[in-house]
Every structure is written in structure tokens, then in C-alpha cells.
T-cell receptor
Framework: DVKVTQSSRYLVKRTGEKVFLECVQDMDHENMFWYRQDPGLGLRLIYFSYDVKMKEKGDIPEGYSVSREKKERFSLILESASTNQTSMYLC????????????FGEGSWLTVV | QKEVEQDPGPLSVPEGAIVSLNCTYSNSAFQYFMWYRQYSRKGPELLMYTYSSGNKEDGRFTAQVDKSSKYISLFIRDSQPSDSATYLCAMSSSPGAGSYQLTFGKGTKLSVIP
């Protein structure tokens, strides 16, 4: 089974703090994604990466950056956390092959106070 | 017009009922269609995957795609309380550069009452 692991399930951070969300996948997938999910807004793509050191902006990249130094690891960085970044963050990965099916992690619940 | 429309519900049904969940879409390039199930405070998990038009059955679940109407459905037979979750449809165009992204519906929240 594909496993996408998000190291932190629940975090509480202060406004202005730098926040790192880590994600590791064990299926040698080329593609990795970061989404946020909010009630009434659904899943929104923040960034994705189709190769090591490669990244592409998604629909809502403002206030976020990402890092992919190794194929299995994709990090989301909130440079200066704000209260409107309180959300559930989901990491996902896919092989990019037939069907483009992606597999999600369990999610990281971030509260910015 | 949004690319993918999905009724958010909530939808409440008695145990044993047949459930029908639906999505409509506007992009005729979509060829890959998926249904994800998401339990509360968990990540979405892939439930069903279909390519192009037609039906696919897996146990109590049937996924149906009608590309001519740009309409997809997920049917759940003999629904169980353990089916209570949010169901998200997702779709994408043909594989290739730039097509890695899925377009998701916003999800339908289902409750199956014992």
C-alpha cells in the first residue's frame, strides 16, 4: 500500500512564526502535492512538484513556499504564519502514470493564534 | 461556471438504503474519474477509479460515468453506518505534462443512520 506520512498531525503556532510541514512518501512517486482544505472551499492546491528540486505554483501559493531536496520528501513552509492560514493541510503523491490517481496523507491540522 | 459541481449535502439516509452521489463537470477533456472517501479528520482515500465512460463495480460500490452528459455518479448499495463520510469526486484530462493535477468537487457529506 502507498504510504504518505505527514509528521505533524496537530500544530498550534503563533502569528509570525515560521512553520514547516513535512511529508514523506514511500512509493518512489515522481509527483508530490500540498493542498489545504477548508469548509465550503474544498481542496485547493498550494504547490506541486514533479521532480526533485522542481516546483510549480498551484491555485493559492501566496504566503507559502516548498522544498523538495529528495524524491521522497516534500516540505511546505509558511514563512510568516497568519491566522488565515489556519486550516487542514494535506500532502499527496502520485506516479504520474495512467490515471493520475493520487494518494493522500492523514492531514496536518494547523491553528495559528 | 465552476469546472466541477458537487452537491455538498448533508445527505442522511437510513441503514440499508441505496445512496446516489453525483458530480457534473464542464471540461470535456476530462477522461479519468475518481471517487475519494474522507472520514472526519482524516485524509481522502481512493475509493473508485474509472477511465472514460461506463460503469465500474466494486462490492457495494458502483461508479458510473456519462461523458455525453458530463455527469458522474457513485452508488452505494446496502449502505452501512461505516459509510458515513464525505465523498469527493475528482477528475483529470489525459496523462501528460501539466496534467498531474486533479480537479476536485467540494464533497458531499453522507450520514447513514442505524
Amino acid at each position: 500500500d502507498v504510504k504518505v506520512t505527514q509528521s505533524s498531525r496537530y500544530l498550534v503556532k503563533r502569528t509570525g512564526e515560521k512553520v514547516f510541514l513535512e511529508c514523506v512518501q514511500d512509493m518512489d512517486h515522481e509527483n508530490m502535492f500540498w493542498y489545504r482544505q477548508d469548509p465550503g472551499l474544498g481542496l485547493r492546491l498550494i504547490y506541486f512538484s514533479y521532480d526533485v528540486k522542481m516546483k510549480e505554483k498551484g491555485d493559492i501559493p501566496e504566503g507559502y513556499s516548498v522544498s523538495r531536496e529528495k524524491k521522497e520528501r516534500f516540505s511546505l513552509i509558511l514563512e510568516s504564519a497568519s491566522t488565515n492560514q489556519t486550516s487542514m493541510y494535506l500532502c499527496a503523491s502520485s506516479s504520474g502514470d495512467f490515471g493520475n490517481t493520487i494518494y493522500f496523507g492523514e492531514g496536518s491540522w494547523l491553528t495559528v493564534v | 461556471q465552476k469546472e466541477v459541481e458537487q452537491d455538498p449535502g448533508p445527505l442522511s439516509v437510513p441503514e440499508g438504503a441505496i445512496v446516489s452521489l453525483n458530480c457534473t463537470y464542464s471540461n470535456s477533456a476530462f477522461q479519468y474519474f475518481m471517487w475519494y472517501r474522507q472520514y472526519s479528520r482524516k485524509g481522502p482515500e481512493l475509493l473508485m477509479y474509472t477511465y472514460s465512460s461506463g460503469n465500474k463495480e466494486d462490492g457495494r460500490f458502483t461508479a458510473q460515468v456519462d461523458k455525453s452528459s458530463k455527469y458522474i455518479s457513485l452508488f452505494i448499495r446496502d449502505s452501512q453506518p461505516s459509510d458515513s463520510a464525505t465523498y469527493l469526486c475528482a477528475m483529470s484530462s489525459s496523462p501528460g505534462a501539466g496534467s498531474y493535477q486533479l480537479t476536485f468537487g467540494k464533497g458531499t457529506k453522507l450520514s447513514v443512520i442505524p
